[in-house]
């Protein structure tokens, strides 16, 4: 007997019955159907936490501004305003550094001609869309004479140039008034949308950092120093050297604390992702556990199985079925009592995942090599709960099986 | 050509706890092509034991069996399983029809494991359906059709893969005596018209008088072997 004619005997014999097949499988469907809600909601999660950092830019290294007290103790100048665009030139000869830009913020309200917006003004070097990844849609970034000469120019994110520059029409060449000041808008950035946390990326006005400290915040100091890696690898070698560096500059000896900090996302990031893969992981565990509870389910009907076809059996073996071929049926029941149960809790845990992900706007994502685990797995409780019961079925002796009562 | 079945000295006994039961204690029979026996004796006498071994379900302790001209006596559980498949027939007391499975596909079970085409086995258990009388009941399940009726499916069952020998166990033990007489003409008829070899075990005489022979057993012997005179039509 060939396979197919194996699994359609096996398929006909659990058609014979409908609800007790259904029940059997009811163990595994549950169990799949968790592993795979587990896993959605984990995958889900990690990849949004993932995208987020990975917006922010790649190999990102933020230096900011440290506390302002320490135990009482005044240790630095200024409200958290410690870093100088000097420091971040220094930072940029560091070996294992491929950028850095200064970003220099503040809320107000832009103008042009009739329009009128409120958004942030961040003065940044031109670095800064190679750190950020951030391409332009039209015109022309600064370069570094604009940053020397204070230069009175300006690049739109999407959602101001929509708002200042209404009805498709160019910003490119337009003034718009920052602070009582005109600036020239050169280009307008590619669309980024919502950061991790909610933020509208593209609500900004870019400008040379040097305009923004000389005309709008009348400041020395800077927010931020953003530091971008030349690969994932040196990330923390980069924050080492950094850190070592504005030590010295800022003449930091222990036991003072640093008037700075550096953090990497990348190792926030990991941190983050590994937990949620530690997590996730102990969830499926937990939900294989039922899976196996599953197993013993289908091992135990299918034990009452073979008693009850004991005649069944024994007439089967009497009209010319091997032992074998015994075996194979009722191994072939439990595998695709198994399966078939494997690919409801697919369909369910998949439309399950996707009702969550509705009602609570967690994102989901069921995997692909998760769904086939799943249902490979769900074939495996059916072997190996499968196989003790259909060694008892092909062990019968065609004589006291066809006399069973 | 040889004869259908030819057991020498056939014997066969089992363990019971201590004691050794002798079921078959030598037996000798010979069932040339064509024939209708009939297999008589009281419970015990050994006569179910001697179907069981002929129909390749069990095995003599001694003696030879050859079936149809080759020596079966010691063949493997496997090659039992495919002569039983290929070669043989079996109908039951009890019918032993597949649950809330069509007439049809009841038929059509000993073709799936001798690897019978699908298509080909719908053809051939619609002819047998057919060649008992109940062609019409092809789609109805066992627990629609009367005893009589499941008996007929059963029959047709034993003929699919033209058989050389019919095993009927009492074939008649769980029917009215309507239905009992249907059955046995019905026997009688495939015999007759078809030239099937039929080797039928009761205890009942009235059944046994269809039988052209009958065989008698007693303590694990045949103490008797006659041709019927009295053949019943």
Known sequence: ?405 | MAPVVEVADLQREYAMGEDRIYALRGVNLTLERGEFVAVMGPSGSGKSTFMHVVGLLDQPTAGTYRFEGAEVSHLSADERADIRGRRLGFVFQAYNLLPRTSALENVELPMVYAGVPERERKTIALAKLEMVGIADLAAHHPNQMSGGQQQRVAIARSLVNDPGLILADEPTGALDTKSSQDIMHLLTRLNEAAGITVMLVTHEPDVAAYARRIVTFRDGLITGDSINERRAA
């Open chain 1, 1 to 405: 007997m060939n396979i197919k004619a194996t699994l359609r005997l096996a398929l006909a014999a659990l058609i014979r019955n409908k609800t007790r097949s259904l029940l059997t499988m009811l163990g595994i469907v549950i169990g799949v159907a968790a592993v795979i809600i587990t896993v959605a909601i984990g995958v889900g999660a990690r990849t949004s936490v993932q995208a987020s950092i990975n917006s922010l830019g790649s190999n990102l290294i933020v230096v900011q501004p440290g506390s302002v007290t320490q135990s009482g103790a005044r240790t630095g100048f200024g409200a958290a305003s410690t870093l100088t665009p000097a420091d971040g030139l220094e930072i940029a000869k560091l070996p294992g550094v491929a950028a850095v830009s200064p970003t220099v913020s503040l809320r107000t309200q832009v103008v042009a001609g009739e329009n009128n917006w409120q958004t942030t003004i961040t003065g940044v070097a031109p670095t800064y869309t190679f750190i950020r990844s951030w391409g332009l849609s039209a015109g022309r970034f600064f370069n570094q004479n604009d940053v020397t000469s204070d230069a009175k120019v300006a690049v739109l994110g999407q959602t101001v140039a929509g708002q200042l520059f209404p009805g498709g029409t160019s910003p490119i060449g337009q003034t718009v008034i920052i602070k009582g000041a005109p600036f020239t808008v050169i280009g307008a950035l590619d669309p980024l949308g919502q950061s991790g946390l909610g933020q509208d990326q593209d609500d900004v006005v870019l400008i040379p950092y040097t305009s923004a400290m000389e005309r709008l915040t009348g400041l020395t100091t800077v927010n931020t120093l953003m530091v971008s890696a030349a690969t994932a690898a040196q990330i923390d070698g980069v924050t080492q050297s950094v850190t070592s560096l504005l030590e010295e500059r800022h003449r930091i000896v222990p036991p003072q604390t640093d008037d700075f900090q550096v953090r990497n996302l990348q190792a926030i990031a990991q941190t983050a992702s590994q937990t949620g893969a530690i997590l996730e992981l102990l969830l499926a565990g937990v939900a294989a556990v039922s899976l196996v509870v599953g197993g013993i389910g289908i091992m135990n009907i299918m034990l009452v199985s073979v008693t009850e076809r004991t005649r069944e059996i024994g007439l089967r073996m009497a009209v010319g079925a091997r032992a074998g071929s015994i075996m194979r049926q009722f191994l072939a029941e439990s595998i695709v009592l198994a399966t078939i149960g494997g690919l409801i809790g697919v369909a369910a845990g998949g439309v399950g995942a996707l009702g969550l992900a509705l009602l609570t706007h967690w994102p989901t994502a069921v995997p692909l090599q998760w769904v086939l685990a799943s249902v490979a797995f769900s074939a495996l409780v059916g072997i190996f709960f499968g196989y003790y019961p259909a060694r008892q079925a092909a062990a019968l002796s065609p004589i006291e099986a066809l006399r069973f009562e």
